[in-house]
Nanobody, 117 residues
Framework: VQLQASGGGLVQAGGPLRLSCAAS????????MGWFRQAPGKEREFVAA????????TYADSVKGRFTISRDIAKSTVYLQMNSLQAEDTAVYYC???????????WGRGTLVTVSS
């Protein structure tokens, strides 16, 4: 399994940014794909996740109403649309693939998001 994240960059507070994560290496039926982030000096934290098959989503309270996770099955790609970005959203964002039952997790390389205030 390979996960390739992209879309990070520098954005002003209040602005939008969209991250993409292209997955390859197998079919993903039944899997969960998600985004995590790690701010400087902090532990990695959960941001959002989506069930590949049914599309059910879940979010961290800190991003609810501002971030939207979605997937394009044909492209095997997961997106994270981030709106109303705040300085505290500054972090390296990682996409992850979680295998059902075993909960083994594959990680992609992170992409840096910097929000200037």
């Amino acid at each position: 399994v390979q996960l390739q994240a992209s879309g990070g960059g520098l954005v002003q507070a209040g602005g939008p940014l969209r991250l993409s994560c292209a997955a390859s290496g197998r079919t993903f039926t039944g899997y969960v794909m998600g985004w995590f982030r790690q701010a400087p000096g902090k532990e990695r934290e959960f941001v959002a996740a989506i069930y590949w098959s049914g599309g059910t989503t879940t979010y961290a309270d800190s991003v609810k109403g501002r971030f939207t996770i979605s997937r394009d099955i044909a492209k095997s790609t997961v997106y994270l649309q981030m709106n109303s970005l705040q300085a505290e959203d500054t972090a390296v964002y990682y996409c992850a693939l979680v295998v059902p039952v075993s909960l083994n997790t594959y990680w992609g390389r992170g992409t840096l998001v910097t929000v200037s205030s």
